[in-house]
């Protein structure tokens, strides 16, 4: 096997098998994370609880795994829902000039609102809680992923094959399905791959704000939003731990992303 | 000028997801390019004149595998001679008309070109405009935009920026594509002015019938390999001063000469 | 016959690329049209294959107008293969979009069965060319408009190409426009040739010239 083929699978079986491993752990916690010794309350890293425990007795890593897990799930849905938004926004557009100029309308007025601001609004009608963030990161983040598609889809119906697809006679569902869509798939794909991280990060500032999940939900943004109040006294890990999970979850993700997406532009 | 020494060269394709096997696209080629000389090398698409090109340039991709001897002006021609040359001696204009930057008007392209071979900041502006003037490039053409000029302004663009190097060997890739006759012979000619002035001229192209008034030898060349280098006022009547059947295959399927090829009846004659 | 009468072409807020364009073009008949770049060539071929909707005057074959939906009789052929065809199908999948062509036919244009499976990027241009034509010979299809098609190409591609051109329209009597600057080319495939210029045609200055050079003599030798 070649080398820079070698070192891409060898990083993307890393990357799958460290997410796997951490959610199947998750998924095997069962009560941990929720289980408070109140006779070990803020203990540093040691032997018995390998990450620590927060103010409230509770394992420190348990609470990372099941807040991954959380987090991943928050994340991949606002993603996805987000570019399945942004894809049919900008195939719509490309009905008419008319549709269009209703979709350019609305993706520039929603683009020029403060996205944070229009997080809360639309959390914040929604009454809060997982769904909600689910909702207001897919409605606040589909434009700019949505302005991106449409310029690739109004290069792509002045290709020339595309003219020559129709001449043969193909429909146009045809020529959406078969020619639309496989080549705007990879700018999808990254636009999904960027949304993730934004998504989860967004979840944690509406979870810190108290919009977005509730506190006993372990997920990332309520234990980075609880280490905030312990900073200053020195307990470290109740943010680093965390932290760190956080940021291993979005590199592994993206690596995963990449590799796919360089597997289908490769073609 | 230039040597270049039984040159081969490999690049690597993935015949399946994982394995990765290496393919000769140029095998054995050797020809020389002399000062005041446009020298053809003519082939099909895929006959490896544009890698050629690259290889002299030193542009080739990262994974490549290269053998043979390139000598310019006597001194072998290594990659780090080609960095230091690069712009200043030896100059490339590319095929592809995206080789302009698409934010930038073409009388600072040119000018940038200038003091990328040397100029003073303060000379540039002033041999930058000689050269656009030379090409023919008005007020007009020298503040457009990249986008804004037809095929055959934007080939002159690129043209000027290998004449403000002053470079000693130019090579152009292709040239000729796509531009109509006028625009055509106006670019071929700037390249015999080229020589004519001295410089070692590489011509690489698909286009026999319009390289040959303007060029001293040809190449030919077919899958990677050489096939024969032959003076340009060999290619006349049938053919017959040429060495090799394909050389006088190719020119005897120009339509201006049989229109036929060897392995099929004459094309029916209807003018 | 493929009628196209008073076509007019512009964008908006510039003068119009074809002012009042008119041409026929018979079954088996080769017709050359040649002009200077920008003169509106490319988009005359368009609008006669239907790509392009005209502002005024129409495209008719046998009378009736270029249907909306289902094959068009008229199919336009590109200069430059590598844009005509989808990048992430194969070979097979690009023909078969538009009909599956015999062995025979297949093996006249010197297409290989090997190249079925493989992508577009790794056919030359001018087996990728010879795709493009193949593909552009349906049933049904009674026209085509080769805009450039062998520019690119060297001699003897070249000259392959339209001997596989010339055989099945010969056969089927399909009608050919050809688009080139290439003055020698028209002369040898084309009994009629009209020139583009300032948006209107007109039949070439010098009718059925000679190519600037004689055939065997050298270039080089002028």
Redesign the interface.
Known sequence: MSQPRLSALLSTALAGLLLASALIAAAGLGDTPRQMHFDARLTPPNLDFWFGTDALGRDVAARTLAGLTLSFWVGSLAALFGTLIALGMALTAMLGPRWDALVSLVIDTLLSVPHLLLLLMIAFALGGGTHAVIIAVALSHWPSLARVLRAELLHLRQAPYVQISQALGKSRGFIVRHHWIPQVLPHCLVGALLLFPHAVLHEAALSFLGVGLSAEQPAIGVLLGESMRHVSGGDWWLGVFPGAGLLLMVLCIQRLGETLRRAWAAR | MLQIDDLSLQLPYYASWWRRQWAEVLAGVSLDVRPGEVHAVIGASGAGKSLLAHALMGLLPAPHRQAGHLTFKGQPLTAARQRQLRGRELALIPQSLSALDPLVRSQRQVRWAAQRAGHTAARAPHTANQALAHYQLDERAQQAFPHQLSGGMARRVLTAMAHVSSAQLVIADEPSVGLDPQQRDRVLNALAALAREGKAVLLISHDLRHALPIAQRVTIMRQGRCLETAPAAAFEGDGHALTTRYAQALWRALPDNHFTSPVTQPAPHVA | MLDASGLRYGVAGQPAVLDDVSLTLDAGE?LGLDG???AGKSTLG?LL???LTPQAGTVTVDGAPLPR????P???L???PE????P?WRVKQILE??WTPPDALRDAFGIEPAWMNR?PQAL???ELQRVCVL?AL?PGVRYLVADEIS??????????L??GL?RVADERQLGVLVIS??A??L?????RRLTLSDGRLRPPKRY?AP???A????????
């Open positions: 080769w200077v770049s920008g368009h294959a239907g790509h939906r289902g094959l068009r008229v199919q336009w590109p200069q430059s844009l005509a065809v989808n992430r979009e538009a992508f030359s241009g001018g593909r349906a520019s690119m190409l060297d001699p003897l591609t070249q000259l392959a339209w001997q010339r600057h290439d020698a080319l002369n040898r495939l084309c009994s059925g190519p600037a050079t055939p065997g003599q050298s270039p080089a030798s002028r």
